[in-house]
Nanobody, 123 residues
Framework: QVQLVESGGGLVQAGGSLRLSCAASGRTFSPYVVGWFRQAPGKEREFVTTISWSGGDTYYADSVKGRFTISRDNAKNTVYLQMISLKPEDTAVYYC????????????????WGQGTQVTVSS
């Protein structure tokens, strides 16, 4: 069992930056693929980015490519999401999730989920 806790959300102006963290406990984090997803009010949860257990493979949704960067520090059991050039449409609750196996973009492929952290981008 892996417990995930997100942090780092907040209110930021358009064009600003935030760094989210996803800290794991319960089991060693390193064998797990980790993804970030987000859910805006009234919308379905959507894929944002994912990273392989080694950190060597990453994949991004087109909407965040070039603005968001995912990384991980397995020694700290933490995955990060650096977000720059934030837009109002990035406003959402951001969730991290973990799965054993290869990287994946589908929500159903992930076994463990955090509670989410709110990101609000004002115009």
């Amino acid at each position: 069992q892996v417990q995930l806790v997100e942090s780092g959300g907040g209110l930021v102006q358009a064009g600003g930056s935030l760094r989210l963290s996803c800290a794991a406990s319960g089991r060693t984090f390193s064998p797990y693929v980790v993804g970030w997803f987000r859910q805006a009010p009234g919308k379905e949860r959507e894929f944002v980015t994912t990273i392989s257990w080694s950190g060597g493979d990453t994949y991004y949704a087109d909407s965040v490519k070039g603005r968001f960067t995912i990384s991980r520090d397995n020694a700290k059991n933490t995955v990060y999401l650096q977000m720059i050039s934030l837009k109002p449409e990035d406003t959402a609750v951001y969730y991290c999730a973990a799965r054993a196996g290869g990287i994946a973009t589908m929500i159903a492929r992930y076994d463990y989920w955090g509670q989410g952290t709110q990101v609000t981008v004002s115009s």
